[in-house]
């Protein structure tokens, strides 16, 4: 009988959540990026092998919301652990067990069972000083099961999928074969987008940056997919730090971005960018539901 299920990736922001559920499913779906708090809403990645479908939730990374956009981060992370079939957590094991991991316990604790610990970034520690944040989690008496992986290496991976299945109910497939993702094409082309500004600006501009897709339109005789899209960011001041000099850092982002969605889609891209300073947009409940990424 096959076993086919939802499962919550939680955690803190950075652990490595995304990195691990594109190795699963075997292609991006979910961007990834050095800076913390990248993911802002669920990602549904799909993975489908011959014992069953692993439905994988990427959620925004745990954390203290300062904005109304990391209350609504937050509040995609608590639906998801709420409604999957299993819920993953991953945690960073070269970093200390701070406040964010206790909080994402607590949540845990509140959430039904099953739920499967990952001790990530194995790869940056020393073996040794795996076991005590082993112990610890093991401790907490909340998982069914606590397996250290590296989703850069891909150590311990290649037993996740049938320890993930195992603890999935029963039933056929939840999506078609084939499907890696339900993401809309708009939103995939955002996420693109901001992953390459994250990757080339200053560490106070990515909480500040959002991408609008205003439209996508095929031009036929050119074979072309051509992308309008708006960079938003929260100060005056942080327009000419995305921009670059002399337009350079958008020509890069835009570049590196049309180059990804190309291998993505199998077409051809244009991307037309622009730039616009909208002061306090993370409080702007009307704007951030128009928001693409």
Do not use: C
């Not at 609504?72 to 970093?95: G, H, N, P, Q, W």
């Not at 082993?134 to 250290?148: N, R």
């Not at 339900?182 to 200053?202: D, G, P, Y």
């Amino acid at each position: 009988m096959r076993r086919s299920g939802t499962v919550a990736v939680v955690g803190r922001p950075n652990a490595g959540k995304s990195t691990i559920v594109n190795a699963l499913v075997g292609e991006k779906v979910a961007i990834v990026s050095d800076k913390p708090q990248t993911t802002r809403r669920r990602i549904l990645g799909i993975r489908t092998s011959p014992e069953g479908q692993v439905v994988f939730v990427d959620t925004p990374g745990i954390h203290k919301p300062l904005h109304r956009l990391n209350r609504v981060m937050l509040d995609e992370a608590l639906e998801a652990i709420r409604e999957v079939d299993l819920r993953l957590l991953v945690v960073d094991a070269a970093e200390p067990a701070g406040a964010g991991d206790k909080y994402a316990l607590e949540m845990l604790r509140s959430a039904p069972a099953p739920r499967i610990a990952l001790l990530n970034k194995i790869d940056l520690v020393p073996k040794p000083s795996l076991l005590p944040r082993l112990a610890q989690l093991g401790e907490t008496g909340l998982f069914e099961e606590i397996v250290p992986v590296s989703a850069v290496t891909g150590d311990g991976l290649d037993l996740l999928p049938g320890i993930l299945l195992a603890h999935l109910p029963e039933g056929d497939d939840l999506y078609p074969e084939g499907t890696v993702t339900t993401s809309e094409e708009t939103v995939r082309i955002a996420e693109v987008i901001r992953e390459k500004f994250l990757h080339l600006t200053r560490e106070e501009i990515p909480y500040g940056l959002g991408i609008v897709v205003e439209g996508v339109r095929a031009d036929v005789e050119r074979r072309i997919t051509v992308v309008q899209a708006l960079v938003v960011v929260d100060k005056e001041s942080h327009k000419k730090i995305v921009l670059g000099s002399k337009g350079r850092l958008i020509r890069d982002a835009g570049t590196a971005a049309r180059l990804e969605l190309e291998r993505t889609f199998g077409t051809r891209f244009f991307l037309e960018l622009n730039v616009a300073a909208r002061p306090g947009w993370r409080e702007d409940g009307r704007f951030l539901a128009s928001l693409t990424s």
